[in-house]
Nanobody
Framework: QLQAFGGGLVQTGGSLRLSCAAS????????MAWFRQAPGKEREFVAV????????FYADSVKGRFTISRDNAKNTVYLQMNSLKPEDTAVYYC?????????????????????WGQGTQVTVSS
């Protein structure tokens, strides 16, 4: 139901834009988030956007470099990643909160992400 794409290989300082497209159902009323998992590490939160797109929240490690956005008409969420660093290398996953009408912070603090897309690999070379 969720498909993430847009990953690839980029040099340090470069940019990538990830997309997460929903099919089969709409998530326009659900907060959406991005997570990532590096080799040998646990999955970690990256960013979340509220159901209306009016609120966002980021992990400290990406704040100021990444921007999450959504287009509910296209049922798609984006993650614009700038100033990429080698430590950003990971498989990136998008997820949808199971509950509706949650803001970004509400979803982050008590999110129930039960809808997951397959990951897309992001590799940042030094």
């Amino acid at each position: 139901q969720l498909q993430a794409f847009g990953g690839g290989l980029v040099q340090t300082g470069g940019s990538l834009r990830l997309s997460c497209a929903a099919s089969g159902r709409t998530f326009s009323k659900n907060a959406m988030a991005w997570f990532r998992q590096a080799p040998g590490k646990e999955r970690e939160f990256v960013a979340v956007i509220g159901w209306s797109g009016g609120s966002t929240f980021y992990a400290d490690s990406v704040k100021g470099r990444f921007t999450i956005s959504r287009d509910n008409a296209k049922n798609t969420v984006y993650l614009q990643m700038n100033s990429l660093k080698p430590e950003d290398t990971a498989v990136y996953y998008c997820a949808a909160d199971s509950r509706q009408y949650y803001s970004a912070m509400s979803s982050y603090t008590s999110g129930s992400y039960i809808y997951w897309g397959q990951g897309t690999q992001v590799t940042v070379s030094s």
